[in-house]
Structures are given as C-alpha cells and as structure tokens.
C-alpha cells in the first residue's frame, strides 16, 4: 500500500486503493471498496491505536508499523473483533455453524461432482449449478469468513492463537468434507445416471409397462456412457447413454442447451 500523507490535521491522507490498485475498476465494474476513486482514506489503525507498536512492544502486525490502514481495513477488522469477541463469549455458536456447513458440503459436493465429471464448461450454466453447487458455494463461504474473521479479529490479542487454531481446524475440515463427499466417493456417473433413467422411462419405455429402476454406468469414453439398466420385470439390459450438446446461443441469458439420448442394446 502506497501511504501519500497530507498536511491535515483532520485527514490522515489517502492511499491507493489495493482491490483495484488504484484503478477504481474490477473488472467491468466499478470497484466497491472506493467507489471508483482508486483512493481510500486512511484512518489509524485499530489495532494499533495508531500508533504503530503492539501490545507486546513489537511493530503491529495490521498496520506494518505504518499506524494507518485504509477505512475499508478498518471496517473488516472491526467487523472480524465483533465476531472475534461473540466466539469468545459462545464458543459453540462456531461449532454449529461449521456442523451446519458440514452437512451442506457432504450432500450437496458429491452432485456438483458429477456434474463437474460431465463437462466442466456445463457446470458454469447458472441453471445446473444451482441449487448444489450455489449451497456448497455458501458453505465454504461461511467456513472461511468464520475462519478470517478469528485470524484477524485476534491479530494483537496474545490469547488468540487457539482460536486462530480451531477456525483453521474448522476451515480444512470443510475443504476435506468437500473432497470426501465429491471426488473421492463419487465415481462421476451419479447425474448421468438419473438423466438416463429419466430419459428411459420418460421416452423409450413410454408406453411400456416395463419400467427402469435403477442406471448404473460403468464406463465412459468421450461424451459416451456404457453400462447396463435394470427393469422393473427383473431383466437387466445393456445401455448407452449419450451426453450431447446443443449448442449454445450467445446472448447473455441463455443456458448450455444440451440433451441425453440412451439406446437400449
Ligand atoms: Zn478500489
Ligand atoms: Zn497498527
């Protein structure tokens, strides 16, 4: 961060604004932080008091040793003391915030994963992702502002290093949740699977009396899907399940148009 000091006595001067590096854009938008300024006000830092040693007379960790941080700093680090200071007061409510996170990430990453095995491209069609991948999103989310949140609310506290501890524990347990329930449990073929059978039933066993209960692939190459479909007569039958694209047009709003077509062999 660039300090530019003013001759104030009110303002401690302005810095670069580091989202957007002084640019006021993210990307095509205007950056939230300054408003598209590319400057932030400096104000002293709350951990420091302004002054630039901590509390065990070292340089403050927030700051650098430069007394002032940016006014949107200051504001997450308020914001990380307050919840800092509630875990302090109810070291459960982290616990069953996390407990919760958990149990969305084990039921929703194991979806998102065989979506993602289909083609990756497809994942990113707003209408597949949601509702799994937009839960799992969330969750992970929460995890890691819940973890941000007791790093930095505790920075200059000598009492902090076991919260710092537990919110990192809680954090990795998330991202292991996630890869348990996804790539390590699934074998890919779960929503392609439930698309076949549906497409069996829906169109090639319309009119039938015969019914498929149940899909299970078993290997893949390409877009193209063998395994074999068990019927509701008890007969087990071989299958190929295609996953074929349709194309998608370019407006801004359209979704990956795609379709799945299975032969019964
Ligand atoms: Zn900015
Ligand atoms: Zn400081």
Known sequence: MELQHKDSTQSKGTCTCSWCKGSGKRGRRTCPDCNGL????????????GTGVSRDRGVCK???GKKAVSSVEADRIHTAREKYDGYLQNPAGVFFKSIACYIAIAFTARSVWDQMCVTL???FD???IFPSGFILLLAL???FKQ???LIKGSTNDADGSKPRTI????????????IIAGPVTSDGFGWMESKAKNTLNDKILKSSSVQCLEVELSRKVDYTYFGKAKMSNGESKDIVARFVKTGRS???HSHLKFKVTVDLL
């Open 126 to 128: 707003a209408e597949m």
């Open 121 to 123: 491209e497809f994942l």
């Open 141 to 143: 989310s929460i995890l």
């Open 147 to 149: 973890w941000n949140n």
């Open 38 to 49: 590319g400057t932030l006000h400096l104000v002293d830092c709350p951990d420091c008091l």
């Open 62 to 64: 927030t700051c650098k």
């Open 167 to 178: 919110g990192t524990v809680l954090f990795i347990v998330g991202i292991l949740t996630a």
């Open 250 to 252: 370019h407006t801004r």
